[in-house]
């Protein structure tokens, strides 16, 4: 696969993500519906008329931007549209298991000095407000264009100078990313209240910061507890790298899995066995509403927010996950040393096809990612003994 390619398909699944996340959704009707909620007045989406919460930091313009991604995301935890709901189910694990990967490249020694890549908090701010699908292809496509850790990587280039940080990327996740969710997912009015909802719904819209921070407060606590953490041999850095990686990329793996899993069991239940569902939601669960999309063009109009909310997050999982899993699949290729033949293609097809069905389109890529790293330090070794015995 020449790099080309998968730049320009990036570059193409950008302005995809751009148009089915901002022109799709213009055209549609949700942002102006989404404007509405900021609004004097409001309420949140869905049946209950509770009071739609405008003020999160006293900051106006900030303020809004809340309100419509509050609005937005509380159509997929009221537990009102189970279809928008396990949607974003779905982008939830492949999002996080992508940010493992993401987190993780961050920190290589070959992207060191590239601020672009290294800066995973303000990338992540950016996929909160634009859209994963939207920054991720732009950030994976950058990715390949500049980082030495695309073409033929050596073992050097791909390990990290503190790799006690790589065992704490899932941790932080877990944290900045999974604790907030899990409190915003909690249900109102009967836990929690209905302004108290919203405001952890908001609070989640900064998961990147939230995983910033976590991951600076534990490596400093690492650090202190063990000071040798920071002053290893080059071949320890190597070897705990390789370490802390295979602790890291099942994690990515199961982040993936469980979300796919559990959403294609679930709409799959629904359609074997629809005598245990209820009327109200056995229409939402159905293979075909979860997993097939509108096209984006012509005048398909939405006529509440869930609708569109549906819409968009569908499309933010097409178009982000196939820019994970091309970036991911061309960096397992670009450290092959073999020649790429046909039937190497079929097979390799066969296996991605595969693959994605068992553990989800995320989770596909973190194992390519993972052989990439496997190939890479299993050669060093290789070299490395080789030459010793001669």
């Keep these: 696969m020449a790099l080309t390619v998968p730049k320009v398909v990036l570059i193409l699944l950008s302005v995809a993500g751009f148009w089915t996340l901002w022109g799709f959704p213009y055209q549609n009707g949700l942002l102006k519906i989404l404007g509405h909620q900021a609004?004097?007045?409001?309420?949140?989406?869905?049946?209950?008329?509770?009071?739609?919460?405008?003020?999160?930091?006293?900051?106006?313009a900030l303020d809004k931007q809340l309100t419509s991604l509050v609005s937005f995301f509380?159509?997929?935890?009221?537990?009102?549209?189970?279809?928008?709901?396990?949607?974003?189910?779905?982008?939830?694990?492949?999002?996080?298991?992508?940010?493992?990967l993401i987190m993780i490249e961050g920190l290589r020694n070959g992207n060191r000095g590239k601020f672009i890549l290294t800066a995973t908090t303000l990338f992540g701010i950016g996929v909160a407000i634009v859209g994963y699908a939207c920054v991720a292809p732009?950030?994976?496509?950058?990715?390949?264009?500049?980082?030495?850790?695309v073409r033929d990587?050596?073992?050097?280039?791909?390990?990290?100078?503190?790799?006690?940080?790589?065992?704490?990327?899932?941790?932080?996740?877990l944290v900045g990313f999974g604790l907030p969710s899990i409190l915003m997912c909690l249900p109102a009015p009967n836990v929690i209240s209905f302004d108290t909802k919203q405001t952890w719904t908001g609070i989640q819209q900064g998961w990147s910061?939230?995983?910033g921070l976590a991951q600076l407060i534990l490596t400093i606590f690492a650090l202190n507890l063990d000071?040798?953490?920071?002053?290893?041999?080059?071949?320890?850095?190597?070897?705990?790298?390789?370490?802390?990686?295979?602790?890291?990329?099942?994690?990515?793996?199961?982040?993936?899995?469980?979300?796919?899993?559990?959403?294609?069991g679930l709409s799959s239940l629904a359609y074997l066995f629809p005598v245990l569902f209820s009327a109200k939601y056995l229409p939402q669960l159905q293979p075909d509403r979860i997993f097939v999309t509108v096209v984006p063009f012509g005048q398909p109009q939405v006529q509440t927010l869930a609708d569109g909310a549906l819409w968009f997050l569908q499309w933010d999982i097409v178009v982000g996950v196939s820019a994970a899993l091309v970036?991911?699949?061309?960096?397992?290729?670009?450290?092959?040393?073999?020649?790429?033949?046909?039937?190497?293609?079929i097979i390799g097809v066969v296996k991605i096809a595969l693959l994605t069905v068992l553990i989800g389109p995320c989770g596909t890529a973190a194992v390519a990612a993972w052989g990439r790293d496997e190939l890479v330090f299993g050669r060093a070794t290789a070299e490395s003994k080789k030459g010793k015995s001669s």
């Excluded at 732009?138 to 850790?149: E, I, Q, R, V």
């Excluded at 990515?252 to 294609?264: E, F, N, Q």
């Design 74 to 100: 509380y159509t997929a935890i009221d537990g009102n549209r189970a279809d928008v709901s396990l949607s974003f189910l779905y982008l939830g694990g492949q999002v996080l298991a992508s940010w493992v």
């Design 209 to 211: 910061i939230w995983i």
């Design 153 to 173: 990587p050596k073992d050097y280039q791909l390990y990290v100078d503190v790799p006690i940080k790589i065992a704490l990327v899932p941790i932080t996740i």
């Design 327 to 345: 970036w991911a699949l061309t960096l397992r290729v670009g450290a092959k040393h073999e020649q790429i033949t046909n039937l190497w293609t």
């Design 227 to 264: 000071q040798r953490a920071s002053m290893l041999t080059e071949s320890d850095k190597r070897l705990k790298t390789v370490r802390y990686l295979r602790l890291a990329y099942p994690f990515a793996i199961l982040s993936s899995a469980g979300s796919h899993l559990a959403v294609l």
């Design 39 to 60: 609004e004097p007045g409001a309420v949140i989406p869905g049946p209950t008329t509770a009071p739609m919460k405008q003020t999160y930091t006293g900051i106006g």
């Design 138 to 149: 732009l950030w994976f496509a950058y990715h390949l264009w500049t980082s030495s850790t």
